[in-house]
C-alpha cells in the first residue's frame, strides 16, 4: 500500500485510516478508544540520514508529546534494510518504533503505542503486522497509488461492515499463536481444557519469503539464486559438476531476529545443495568470519548445464583424456581430464552459444534444480503441533475423532503457511518443531528408516532426529520439487549442537 512495500493489517487491527497518502493510523475494530493503536508510514527524505539520529524526530512525529523521552535502541532488518527499534514509557504510554532506510533515503517507519496493562495484545499485533510485509519490486506513480488505496478502502468497509454482523470470522483462520488452537485441537482429542494438549506442541522457526528487488548482502538467509561460499567450496560430483544451490540460512539472522533456537548454532551460513535426483543432499557449514565468495545464477549457466548434464551421460567409461567431440548446437564443448573431471566452455560460435563465446563455466550436475530468482528468507518465532503423535493418542483412548484432528490441523498448517502460497507465490517454510511427510508419517521415524539404511545404528532412535529445515513445494521463486509435495532435511541434534552437517537425511513426498 506504499512505493516500497505491501502490508496486511493484522486480524485485531482492520480499520486502516489514511492520514496521508503513504502514511496509515492501525485501530481495533470495533473499538472503544479514540487512540490509533499501530502506525506505518513512508516518506521521502531530501538528504542522507542515519537511523539513530533520525529516531527521536520520527518517534516524536508517531507517538506524539506524551511519548517517552529516552528509548532503548536495537539493531532490526526490515525488507533486507538495516533500522532501529526502540521501546520506552513515557507519562502515560508504552510505545515501540521502527525506523529504517528505503530506497533512495526514503524514511521508513512503524510503530504502536499502548497503555501498559494492554502491551501484551498490542505488541503482538505489531509483529503481525511487521511479519506480514513485502516487498515491491516495481516503482509505482501517485495516481496508481491513490487507486490501489480507494480499492482497498471499499473493502476495508466490507469487512467491517461483516464484523458488525457478526460475519466473516469463520473464514480466517487465526494466528499460529492464538490460544484458539489449543482450544480446538483439546476438543479433536476429547479433553475438556487447553493444557491438555501442551505436551504436543514444539518451538519452530517459520522462515517467510521475501522477494527482493534489489541484490541481497553477502550471507543474507534467502531461497534460490547461487550460493555465497567460500572459494573451492561448492559440492560437486566425480566430474566436477557443481550440485544445485536450494538455499543458505544465515544463523545469527536467526538469533538477531528471534533468540536462540536450539539446538541450532548461534552463527554461521548453512548452504543447501541437491543431487541425483533430489535423493541426496550435501549441507555446507561456514563458520563466522570465513570470506565469501558471491556465484551468481543465470539463465545461460543453467541452458548450457543441460547440454553439460547430456553429455557428461553419454560420456563412454573408455574415453581417453582430451577434447570431446563437439556436435553443432551442444551449446557447449568439453574435455575430459585426467583426474576424470570434465571442463567445460560455451560454443565459440556465437550463432549457438548461450553465454559468452569460448568462456570456461563450471556446469550444475541437474540443471533442473537451479533458479535464477530468489527471495530473502526472514525468520520468525512459531510453533508446531505433532499431530503424529496426537492421533496415535487418539487410537490408544478411543477418545476424540481423527477426522476432527485431521481438519484442526489443515487448518493450523493454513495460518502458518498462509492459503495463497504455491508457485510464484511468497512461501512459508519450516525450521525446527515436527514434520509429516506422505500421508502423516513423522519425519523421525522417517529419518530413522533411511537411517538404518545408512548403517548408523547409533541413530536409530526417532527422539535423536530434529527437522533441520522443511521446504514446502512452491515458492516466489517458481521453485517446485517435481513429483514432491515437500522436502524435509532431517539432521541428528546431537551433530546439529557441534556444527556436524555431514549425516543429515532428505526425505521428499
Not at 138 to 145: H, Q, S, V, Y
Not at 154 to 182: H, N, Y
Not at 298 to 307: G, M, R, Y
Not at 324 to 346: K, Q, R, Y
Amino acid at each position: 500500500m506504499t512505493r516500497d512495500f505491501v502490508f496486511t493489517a493484522p486480524f485485531g487491527f482492520p480499520d486502516v485510516v489514511a492520514r496521508e497518502l503513504e502514511r496509515f493510523d492501525l485501530r481495533p475494530h470495533p473499538s472503544g478508544s479514540e487512540r490509533p493503536l499501530l502506525f506505518v508510514f513512508a516518506r521521502d527524505a531530501d538528504k542522507p540520514w542515519e537511523a539513530e539520529a533520525m529516531f527521536a524526530e520520527v518517534s516524536a512525529d508517531l507517538i506524539g508529546p506524551n511519548g517517552p523521552d529516552e528509548w532503548t535502541l536495537t539493531p532490526v532488518q526490515v525488507l533486507g534494510r538495516e533500522g532501529r527499534y526502540g521501546t520506552g514509557t513515557g507519562p502515560s504510554v508504552t510505545a515501540g518504533v521502527t525506523i529504517v532506510r528505503g530506497r533512495d533515503n526514503r524514511v521508513w517507519a512503524f510503530g504502536w503505542r499502548s497503555s501498559t496493562s494492554e502491551r501484551d495484545a498490542v505488541e503482538t499485533g505489531f509483529m503481525a503486522l511487521m511479519q506480514g510485509l513485502q516487498a515491491r519490486s516495481d516503482r509505482i506513480g501517485e495516481k496508481t497509488l491513490r487507486s490501489q488505496f480507494h480499492g482497498q478502502e471499499k473493502a476495508r468497509q466490507a469487512t467491517l461492515a461483516a464484523i458488525d454482523a457478526g460475519q466473516g470470522s469463520e473464514t480466517v483462520d487465526p494466528d499460529a499463536g492464538d490460544i484458539v488452537w489449543e482450544e480446538r485441537f483439546a476438543a479433536a482429542l476429547g479433553e475438556s481444557g487447553p493444557s491438555a494438549v501442551s505436551q504436543f506442541w514444539m518451538d519452530a522457526l517459520a522462515l517467510v519469503e521475501e522477494p527482493f528487488g534489489e541484490e541481497a548482502p553477502l550471507a543474507a538467509s534467502r531461497i534460490g539464486g547461487g550460493p555465497d561460499l567460500p572459494a573451492d567450496m561448492w559440492p560437486s560430483n566425480e566430474r566436477g559438476m557443481r550440485h544445485p544451490f536450494l538455499m543458505q540460512i544465515n544463523l545469527a539472522e536467526i538469533k538477531a531476529m528471534c533468540g536462540p533456537m536450539q539446538p541450532l548454532p548461534d552463527e554461521g551460513l548453512l548452504s543447501f545443495f541437491v543431487h541425483d535426483d533430489a535423493l541426496l543432499l550435501d549441507v555446507v557449514y561456514t563458520p563466522p568470519g570465513a570470506s565469501l565468495v558471491r556465484h551468481p545464477m543465470t539463465e545461460a549457466l543453467i541452458e548450457a548445464s543441460a547440454a553439460a548434464v547430456a553429455i557428461a551421460a553419454d560420456l563412454d567409461p573408455d574415453t581417453p583424456a582430451g577434447p570431446l567431440p563437439h556436435t553443432e548446437g551442444d551449446l557447449v564443448t568439453a574435455e575430459l581430464l585426467a583426474d576424470g573431471t570434465l571442463s567445460f566452455a560455451h560454443t565459440p560460435d556465437p550463432v549457438w552459444a548461450v553465454g559468452e563465446p569460448g568462456s570456461t563455466f563450471d556446469a550444475l550436475s541437474d540443471e533442473r534444480w537451479a533458479t535464477t530468482a530468489y527471495a530473502r528468507l526472514r525468520p520468525r518465532r512459531t510453533r508446531s503441533f505433532n499431530a503424529a503423535v496426537a492421533e496415535t493418542r487418539i487410537e490408544e483412548t478411543k477418545a476424540g475423532s481423527l477426522d476432527d484432528l485431521t481438519d484442526t490441523h489443515e487448518a493450523f498448517e493454513r495460518a502458518l503457511t498462509g492459503p495463497l502460497a504455491g508457485s510464484g507465490t511468497p512461501q512459508i517454510h519450516q525450521m525446527l518443531g515436527h514434520a509429516t511427510i506422505r500421508g502423516g508419517i513423522d519425519c523421525r521415524d522417517e529419518a530413522v528408516t533411511a537411517d538404518v539404511s545408512m548403517d548408523l545404528p547409533e541413530l536409530s532412535d526417532p527422539s535423536q532426529w530434529i527437522v533441520l529445515v522443511r521446504l514446502r513445494a512452491g515458492s516466489a521463486t517458481g521453485r517446485v520439487f517435481w513429483d514432491a509435495d515437500d522436502l524435509v532435511i532431517m539432521a541428528p541434534a546431537i551433530d546439529v549442537a557441534a556444527g556436524r552437517f555431514d549425516r543429515c537425511v532428505l526425505l521428499s513426498g
